[in-house]
């Protein structure tokens, strides 16, 4: 859910961060699109507006297909 200029990052320690947002309190760099390792494999989250945009015909939807598609078949 979009709600104005509000994002939610993740500070965590030994996470990859591929997408960051700065409005995380308190005021650091924060993961909004990250991997952490776990056992042989990885996890990769988002707190990006990915899902709500899937089946949108806007053309800016078209970003979050994308996106989408490239965290399920991505090496990062």
């Known amino acids: ?21 700065y409005r995380t309190p308190p005021l650091c760099l924060g993961s909004t699109l990250g991997i952490i390792p776990y056992g042989k494999g ?16 806007e053309p ?6 994308k996106l989408f598609c490239n965290m399920l078949i991505s090496n990062w």
């Not at 996890?43 to 899902?51: A, F, G, K, N, R």
């Not at 800016?60 to 297909?65: L, M, S, T």
């Open 42 to 57: 990885r996890i990769i989250y988002s707190t990006l507006d990915v899902v709500d945009n899937l089946l949108s015909q």
């Open 1 to 21: 859910m979009h709600e104005g200029d509000k994002k939610l990052g993740f500070y965590l320690e030994g996470d990859e961060m591929i997408v960051g947002s």
């Open 60 to 65: 800016a939807a078209e970003v979050a297909r």
